[in-house]
Structure formats: C-alpha cells, structure tokens
C-alpha cells in the first residue's frame, strides 16, 4: 500500500508539473496502465486494461477508455466495470472496417493519466437488408419504394396497445445517416395526454451503423441546425411508446433550426390537425437534396447530409365522413395537397405561402407519392379546401 501512495504521489506530482487545470493534454505513460488488450466483434470492441496504481484508485467513477479513428474522430466510453486492478468496456456504433487506437484513461484530482495506445481494425459488414414493404398495398400514405436499393433502407413501425395498428414508416438514407421520409397516418385515435418524452433512441428495426449517433445531444456545429423531426412528437400523444418511437434517430434530418424548425414547420405539424378526418388524414413528411454550404457532423463526428429542402404531402377524402377506405374513392371524392420550403428560416411563419400541388413535388424530387391510391388527385390542389393559416 505504501508503494501504492508513493506512486499515486508521484502521479500528482507529475501532474503539477506538466498540467494546469483545465488543460486538455493528457500524458501516457505505461508506468502507471498495462497496454489494453482488445477483442473485437465486427463493430463491437471490448476492452479491458490493468493498473499498476493500486486497487481502489482507479475507479468507475474517474476512469474509462478514449477511442479515436484514423480519420481523427474520438468518442469515450465511461460506461465500464473495475474489478481489482483491471478496467474493462465495450466499445460500440465504431465504424465498419476501420483502424482504432484505444486507450484507458483515468483523472485524478486535476490530472488526466493515460495507458499505451493499443490498435485494432474493425470488421466488414454486409450491406443491411430493408423491409420489403410494397406489399402493404392497404396503406395509403406510402410513397414508391425500391427494397433492392442499396441507398435507402425501410422500416415500419407499429403501435403497442391503442390504437393498434401501424404508427409509421420511415426511409433512411444509408450514406448521409438521416430520415429521407417518414409516412403515416393522422387520426384523432392517435391523440391523447402522453407528453413528450425526449426519450431518444438509435431505431431497432435499422442497422446501428447507419444511424446517426444522436441519441444525446444534436448535430455539429451548434447553433445551427436540429434534429428536424419529420413525424412530430406531437403527432403521436396517445401513449408513452407511440410517443417514443418518434425520437428514433431515423426519424430526423438537420433542420435550420431558428424561424424553420421553431417557426414555419411546427406551424405546419400543428395546422395538418385541423384537417383530420374520420377518413384519416395520410400524410409524407420528407427531405430533398443536399444543401451547397452547410455540413454538420454527429456527436461521433460522422458527417450526416444536410437537405437542401423539406416537403410534406397530404391525402384525405373531401367529406372526411365516408367510412370507404381512400383506395376505392374517386379523383372527385379526394383532395391532395402538398408543401415545399427550403432548409433556411422563414419569418412569415405561414405554411399556406408554400403550398403546391404533389405532382410539384414529385417532379422536383423524382419520387412518387400515393402509389396505393390510383386516383390521388396529385396534379391540382384547392387551398380553400384545407385549413392551414
């Protein structure tokens, strides 16, 4: 034990000397940390090193592990176990294919002590697979989807308990890690008194990898951009899973945050309620392009595509109170509408300014939008028909 102190003493000393408080320089030393031993399981890692610091030093508390890539992002993991003198973590959402280095850490008092370097390379993973969702021919919000695409993945996701049923689908785009849509249906069974939960989370039905790490925090740098939802928390109140399946990070896109995000887009997830009916309201919230300036990264720094544009279409019947399933109405008996805004601020603030026709926005976008109902009214729109401020 009194060898222990002596070099804990040491340590400090060394600190004093090298170190100011606040400094972000570390020094690493093997005096003080065996190099870490590193098992890797495809883009999984788990690490374990040993102190010579004496047990009870090194605690959960004041240590971990620092792991950076060779592109020179890095991410620390706090989030490991001590037992005796070893430190031991798993190192998760890393990189297909890419070479490591990790190192453990641990700070005491105003000193940041630091182990040899070891390295790995992660493994290779095959391409993800989505859900092949065309057969869903009886949803009338889904736009045209390719399951082949090695660009886009699919994913559907359903309501545990009230109202039943499917909540929402949702489109990622592979490479740029966001939201490309997500469709669904709006109806006053989806309403009830569940708060937001801001309870965010990485999407169980997508490939970690592709999702961007932003289950805390938002898009790099800050202020700027948010995490634009494309199916709002609001949307989804009837119960606390409805409400949680929203904060899935596939169901985001950097979104200009002040007079955008905050201003003209809330006012248009808000207005789409006073245009629900007992037909149901079928809704495409979506993304488009890439913007020519901006870049944001995650918190992991991955970059993640910012979109030059927003959409949102809509679908209902013109009586709201037929009690016919949209697929079997005509031209005559249905309404389309859409909205078109660039990824900027807005200080009018009103949704009814950028209103167009879906076939607008299909030509704009090359996608196709209510395939399952082939009598969409897509090419017209009547303003005095819907209720947006």
Known sequence: MKKTMLLLSAAWAFGTVFFACGDDKSESSGEWFDTPTVEVEGMMARVS???????????????????????????????????????????QDLLPDTRYTVRAFATLGSVRIESPAASFRTGTVPAPESQDLTTRTGWAELPAMDPASEELFYAAHYCEGLPGGRNYTVCCDVEGRIGVWSAFPLHKC?????????????????????????????????????????????????????????????????????????????????????????????VVSGVWGVHETATVTDKAGNPCRVPSHFFRVLLRSKDGDTGRKVQEMSAEELQCVGFWFENRAYPSGKPSANMVSVAEIERLTGMRFFVNVPNAPKETFDASAWSFR
Do not use: M
């Open 49 to 91: 090193c040993t102190t010579t610091l004496g047990v009870g030093i090194v605690t959960a508390e004041n240590a971990g592990f620092v792991c950076t890539a060779e592109s020179g992002s890095s991410q620390i993991e706090r989030d490991i176990t001590v037992t005796g003198s070893t430190l031991t973590g798993r190192l």
């Open 190 to 282: 989806y309403q009830g008194n569940q708060t937001r939960t801001d309870k965010w989370a990485y999407d169980p039905e997508v490939p970690r990898l592709i999702q961007s790490s932003l289950t805390s925090g938002s898009y790099q740098p800050q202020p700027g951009y948010s995490k634009g939802h494309l199916l709002a928390s609001e949307d989804r109140t009837v119960n606390y899973a409805a409400n949680v399946q929203t904060f899935y990070v596939t169901n985001v896109a950097p979104q200009w945050q002040n007079s955008f995000n905050s201003g003209v887009w809330s006012s248009l997830e808000a207005d789409c309620w006073n245009n629900i009916c007992l037909d149901t309201l079928y």
